[in-house]
């Protein structure tokens, strides 16, 4: 069922590039680009970071992170850190490709699923880049400890080793739901019409619109909601995982995105209320019965 939507997408193009002139002129450019940042960065990226992740020293760093107050406070397990901060620093969907189906799985994906700092500082250069990175994986942290599942976060699941093979394995597994995305939603977006383009590129492919995009409002769009490639990607390499806490996080960060792009004056205003409430929730006691916990 997984591979349905990544073949049906790579399929659409062979009708779009016979009866399209604007498809079959911009294609060979999406592939170029498509390739590059697949088979040239995802790829690789996605091979070492699985083999990392499933390996003693992910598991020495999970028992490190575990120890902090506010991983404590998210209610994930231990073994899920490697994966949340490998798509934390590497970006989508990287998380999506290293998590494993388990309790917490899905609020694991929504706290480390983010456009990486080298993107957003391409973008916004590299100190407006950072700061917005930063600001958006405080966001995502809080909103795990405001909403995860407190009872869990005693839980310590085991972390199962793997080898350099299985990691080559699953890696180009992904691969092929990655480009498949990416070139459906990028070859959709040359039919739409170049004045609109502003404006669906945000909704479709987060790459394209950090290329097209100068508004701050359809930048904000991008930057927070991902569009459906990102969506159809993470669904494809998270496969049975739950989307609901991702999806509404990406509400919870488009916000303090917008405002932080469109008034610039106010970033640092911005900032401290996030350190405030991430205050707020670490230092907020738990109390539990039958089972059940009560903030």
């Known amino acids: 069922m997984k591979y349905i939507f990544p073949s049906f997408a790579i399929l659409m193009l062979i009708p779009l590039m016979l009866f399209s002139k604007e498809v079959s002129y ?30 003693p020293m992910a598991e020495l760093l999970s028992r490190t992170v575990s120890k902090t107050a506010i991983w404590r406070k998210t209610g994930l397990s231990q073994s899920l850190a490697p994966s949340v901060i490998c798509g934390q620093l590497s970006g989508f969907p990287m998380t999506a490709c290293l998590i494993e189906n388990e309790e917490g799985g899905g609020m694991a994906l929504a706290l480390g699923s983010v456009a990486s700092p080298v993107f957003f500082s391409s973008v916004f250069g590299v100190k407006n880049g950072l700061w917005l990175w930063g600001i958006q994986i405080g966001l995502l942290y809080f909103y795990a400890m405001a909403f995860g599942d407190k009872a869990t976060a005693d839980s310590k699941s085991t972390l199962e080793y793997r080898g350099f093979s299985e990691a080559l394995s699953s890696a180009t597994s992904s691969a092929v ?3 498949g995305a990416m070139l459906f939603f990028s070859v959709i977006l040359t039919l739409v019409p170049s004045g609109a383009r502003e404006w669906v590129a945000p909704f479709l492919e987060i790459g394209t619109a950090s290329r097209l995009c100068t508004s ?10 991902g569009g459906l490639s990102i969506l159809a ?15 509404k996080s990406r509400f919870l960060i488009f916000l303090p995105t ?3 792009l469109a008034y610039p004056k106010m970033k640092l205003f911005v900032t401290i209320h996030i350190l405030l409430l991430l205050m707020w929730q670490i230092t907020r006691r738990n109390t539990c019965k039958n089972g059940k916990c009560v903030v």
């Open 216 to 225: 701050p409002v359809s930048l904000a769009i991008a930057f927070s909601l």
């Open 177 to 179: 739901g990655i480009c």
């Open 258 to 260: 917008l405002v932080f």
């Open 26 to 55: 911009a294609l060979p450019g999406i592939l170029t680009s498509v390739s590059a940042v697949v088979l040239g960065v995802l790829f690789p990226s996605s091979v070492l970071l699985r083999t990392f992740c499933f390996s």
């Open 233 to 247: 990607q993470i669904s494809f390499c998270a496969d049975g995982v739950s989307l609901e806490h991702y999806i």
